[in-house]
């Protein structure tokens, strides 16, 4: 399971945070692994759900954005190469299908600003809705993954925004107190007209 947050300051900054997880029946495989992805200078990707198609999206985006691509040309870029992803995983796996339909093999969001228009948002991509890009540019507070309801109450109550960061990388810890599905190393990045500034926290193995 994951978590990924995103939150939007217009035409400033977008900052998108993501954990980096890995359980398998309530075991926990891996702390480390990278589910944030900084495709340019100012367009970062997390993306989670069934791991070795989670690489192949990401392997084929990266392949195909630079700093020229415009943000409609990245939405079909993602878009299109979810779709032939998807598709890879239940060509691999029908069963799994008939259990649970309309699983999606992919839960993608990216944060970018656009130094055409010098507006700064976030695109999600779901399966639901053969993966057409969502596009925000208004004030905004995403929340994909795991414990959604709690990360909202949090902060909506807990949350100081003269200090968006230490107040980020706090969510993340409160939820992990409350789950073990989300942990291990939070990636955050914050993007505006200078670039992508990262940072990192790893949370306690006692939860």
Same mark, same amino acid.
Not at 154 to 167: A, K, L, R, V
């Given at each position: 399971m994951s978590l990924c947050v995103a939150l939007n300051n217009p035409s400033n900054f977008v900052i998108i945070a993501g954990d980096g997880r890995i359980s398998k029946g309530g075991v926990?495989?891996?702390?480390?692994?990278?589910?944030?992805?900084?495709?340019?200078?100012? #367009?970062?990707?997390?993306?989670?759900?069934?791991? =070795? /198609?989670?690489?192949? +999206?990401?392997?084929?985006?990266?392949?195909?954005?630079?700093?020229?691509t415009?943000?409609?040309?990245?939405?079909?870029?993602?878009?299109?190469?979810? #779709?032939?992803?998807?598709?890879?995983?239940?060509? =691999? /796996?029908?069963?799994? +299908?008939?259990v649970m339909p309309g699983f999606g093999a992919l839960a993608t969001v990216i944060a970018y600003y656009d130094k055409t228009t010098n507006e700064s948002g976030a695109l999600e991509f779901c399966v639901t809705d053969g993966f057409r890009p969502n596009d925000s540019r208004d004030s905004i507070l995403k929340v994909r993954g795991v414990e959604r309801e709690k990360v909202f109450a949090?902060?909506?109550?807990?949350?100081?925004?003269?200090?968006?960061?230490?107040?980020?990388f706090g969510t993340f810890k409160y939820i992990n107190s409350q789950t073990d599905d989300v942990g291990g190393t939070i990636t955050l990045h914050v993007i505006s007209a200078k670039g992508t500034d990262a940072y990192e926290w790893r949370t306690s193995n006692e939860s």
């Open positions: 926990i495989v891996r702390d480390d692994r990278r589910k944030m992805t900084k495709l340019t200078e100012h #367009i970062s990707i997390f993306i989670s759900g069934a791991q =070795d /198609y989670c690489e192949q +999206l990401r392997s084929m985006v990266a392949a195909q954005v630079n700093e020229r415009c943000i409609q040309e990245l939405g079909l870029i993602v878009q299109k190469a979810s #779709i032939e992803v998807q598709e890879r995983f239940e060509e =691999d /796996y029908p069963d799994y +299908l008939e949090y902060m909506g109550s807990q949350f100081d925004p003269s200090n968006i960061i230490e107040g980020v």
